[in-house]
């Protein structure tokens, strides 16, 4: 199973990825660029992709099924089989599952997660998958800050302020990402409760929003919308049951002023970050 450890981890990280970083600069020194963010089409399910440069790789949930092989062979080089962290927002099947296959079939340089266990087959599986390829597992909570060149990723929630026996989709890893001049706000499945919770401790403005639990109508409230103000915002969802994504949702975020994208009908969607300026790219349009 996965080894909890206290992210008193980041100077190990640090080595790490600056070992990465010096490798790349050695065999690869026109490598640097923009950040790319990738919202992946998996179906009703998550899975994004943040390069940043240099060509760090954090991989973000997997989607419910091996979907995101094929999403990640459109964007990697066949010849490019190490992704440097790979991060569970919590343990739900349309977050984990596509993850087994990937630690499988990928070098993975750290697994990092909430802390939070399923007892289903796929995610001892995945745990399997993980020890077994040897990958460095890390539970990470609020407060934590990894670093890389001038790209940061902190972690917001979930706070122990939260009320015990909360949701798993209320658990989930909240965290932010500044790279390329500009913001990103991951959410996981969260709803309501939380989103008040990280209003209350932290002063957010930010231009990327990965819309929580796939636009549910008991997710981004008008509060927490306004206070982010995003300007674009991608909601990963596929054929689903549970009326996802809401029209209470996408109604809140118009209000809000924020441009909206959703795979199921945009297909992946990748953004480019370049000096704080965002080049949004669909695949059902134009993606590259």
Known sequence: MFERRNLVFVIVLLFVIDAIFWFQILIAPDSFGPSELYFFEVGQGDAELLKFPGGVKVLVDGGPDNSVLSAL?????????????????HPETDHFSGLIEVVRRYETGIFLWGGQ???TNGFVDLASAVSEKKALSLVISEGDKIKYRDSII????PSAKLPAGNST???SLVFKVYTGGVTSLFTGDIGFLPEKDILARHDLNVDVLKVPHHGSKNSSGMEFLNELSPKVSVIGVG?????HPAREALERLALAGSQIFRTDRDGTVKLIFDQG????L???SSLD
Do not use: C, H, M, Q
């Open 277 to 280: 300026t965002i080049r949004v």
């Open 282 to 284: 669909r695949k059902k």
């Open 117 to 119: 266990k399923a007892s």
């Open 154 to 157: 902190e972690v917001l929630s």
């Open 169 to 171: 989709n209320d658990l």
């Open 73 to 89: 062979d459109s964007v990697l080089s066949p010849f490019d089989r190490y992704i440097d962290l790979v991060v569970l927002s």
């Open 239 to 243: 054929r689903n049951s549970y009326g």
